[in-house]
């Protein structure tokens, strides 16, 4: 017999799928670790999730870093070393999840930035007294490749001598500048504080965060006893 046509309907749920992808800062030096937070929802449930936490430098394409393992979520997870040749670059990150729905996460941004240090700081003479000059010099370069940084300004103090000066860095990182001890000068031992207050690469701010002092004891002087150099570094990527 003659079948007759007929229509039939029925509902396609369709879940919405939420993945957030958080970091611990926006501001880091080479070295550090971030910590990222992942959040998987299908709807307003948590779900566990897995695949690689992807990087992308300024004009260049989306890599992986690092995988994240099946797992549920919430969940945080310490990142490896931030690389050396980061340093200087905004880097994007995101979330790629692999567990059943390959869906990206939103983008996260940090501004990496290289953390100095000063090498062989020195005073010369180690012996001195009132009216003697003496030399204050040393090397800034990058704490994590030791590569000097040139061109920055390197200021050295000493309150009680009255000496402040700021100093420009070779192409080598070296700086150096000679100061007189006062005829008044008091015996016993001075400090002199050699700092560099950070920069900044156009475009980009980076926080000017001290690392604390670092004292390196130079040997007494016959009348003014000895000079302590201390060196305060900081992040810079430019």
Known sequence: MPLEPCKGST???????????????????????????????????YR?????????????SWRDWWTIPAGATPRTEQSPPIPSDWACRTVEFRFYDKYMTGEYSNTVSVTISAETEFANLTASPSRAGPGDSVVISGVLRRKDTKAPVSGKTVTITCPSL?????????????????????????????TVTVSFAGSE??????????????????????????????????????
């Open 162 to 190: 009255g000496w402040s000066k700021s100093v420009t860095t070779r192409t080598d990182g070296v700086f150096s500048q000679t100061f007189t001890v006062p005829e008044t000068a008091e015996p016993g031992t001075h």
């Open 48 to 60: 566990p999730c897995n695949g690689p936490i992807q990087y992308r430098l300024p004009g260049g």
């Open 11 to 45: 509902t396609l749920l369709v879940a919405a799928v939420t993945i957030t992808l958080s970091v611990n800062r926006t501001k880091a030096h080479t070295g550090e670790a971030l910590r990222f937070t992942i959040t998987k929802k299908v709807d307003t449930e």
């Open 201 to 238: 690469a156009l475009g980009m701010a980076v926080a000017r965060i001290p690392l604390g002092a670092v004292e390196l004891p130079i040997a007494s002087f016959a009348v003014v006893a000895g000079i302590v150099l201390t060196g305060v570094g900081v992040y810079v990527i430019g």
